[in-house]
Each structure stands twice: as structure tokens, then as C-alpha cells.
């Protein structure tokens, strides 16, 4: 059950923001790209909010949801952050030990300061209620953000 819940909110955030990114062409195309037996490229590096290189192999380690959006997006992307911090201080699992979250931005031109920010300040209206080390901020160069996404 508590796998289905993430599933079900991963796949929310991902369609949400591949809506997002189309919205702007002249031709929208909406609908689901399956990757059916495709495996995340685990041994991609990104950098954290705190400045350091990760691997997603170090810190993919339990049921994730990964939020792909851009830190100072001035359309869904916030909203999608705020509904996203709400519900998990909402939800019934257990952050850290049943899942965790990536927020990671897909703007290369953001960097770990501007993930910095944005953790504190969600963070900040969470109030404690989710624990910092189980939600990553992260950016990272335009070839290993191309490499996630596709």
C-alpha cells in the first residue's frame, strides 16, 4: 500500500511537470511514456544544497519520489513543491525509513545556492515536521539532467 501511495504521487509529479514543460508549444501533446524494464542512470552525480557531489546510487536507497521542477519557476513548479511539502507531513508513512524525495531542478543554469534557498525555505514552513536528510534539493549539469529525464 505505502509502495502504490509514492508510486501514485511520483507519477502525479511527473506528469504534472511534463505538461508544464509542453504548454508553451504551438502542437500540446499530453499522455504517458512508459519505460517499462527501464532503470534510473543510478550512476549520475549531482550536486546537493549543500554544495557536495552525490551519486544517485548513494542516496537512492529506499521508495523515492523524485520532483523534477525548476527552483524559481514563476508558474507550477512552486505550487507543485508546496502540495508536495503538505502532503508529506500529511501522509501516513514514516519519512526516512518508508521513502524519501528528490526535488531535482532541471534548469543547469541553477545551481546548489538557489536548491539551498528553496530547502530552506520549505523547510522552513514544514516547521520540523519532515526530517532535512530524508529530502534531497539538487542540480546538476545539462548532459546528467538530459540523461534522468530521458
Known amino acids: 500500500m505505502k509502495f502504490r501511495i509514492i508510486t501514485y504521487l511520483l507519477f502525479l509529479f511527473i506528469a504534472v511537470n511534463n505538461f508544464a514543460l509542453t504548454a508553451d508549444e504551438k502542437h500540446v501533446e ?19 544544497s549543500d554544495g557536495r557531489k552525490v551519486k544517485l546510487s548513494d542516496i537512492i536507497t529506499k521508495p523515492t519520489i523524485l520532483a523534477l521542477v525548476y527552483y524559481e519557476c514563476p508558474g507550477i513548479c512552486s505550487p507543485i513543491l508546496t502540495e508536495l511539502a503538505w502532503t508529506a507531513e500529511k501522509i501516513e508513512l514514516n519519512p526516512g525509513e518508508d521513502y524519501q524525495i528528490i526535488s531535482l531542478s532541471f534548469d543547469h543554469k541553477e545551481d546548489s545556492s538557489i536548491a539551498a534557498k528553496w530547502k530552506v525555505n520549505y523547510f522552513n514552513g514544514m516547521k520540523g515536521k519532515y526530517p532535512e536528510e530524508d529530502w534531497y534539493f539538487l542540480t546538476g549539469d545539462s548532459v546528467s539532467i538530459r540523461k534522468l529525464t530521458d
Do not use: H, Q, S, Y
Not at 499530453?30 to 546537493?48: A, I, R, S, Y
Open 30 to 48: 499530453v499522455g504517458v511514456d512508459e519505460k517499462l524494464d527501464t532503470l534510473l542512470p543510478l550512476e549520475l552525480e549531482f550536486m546537493n
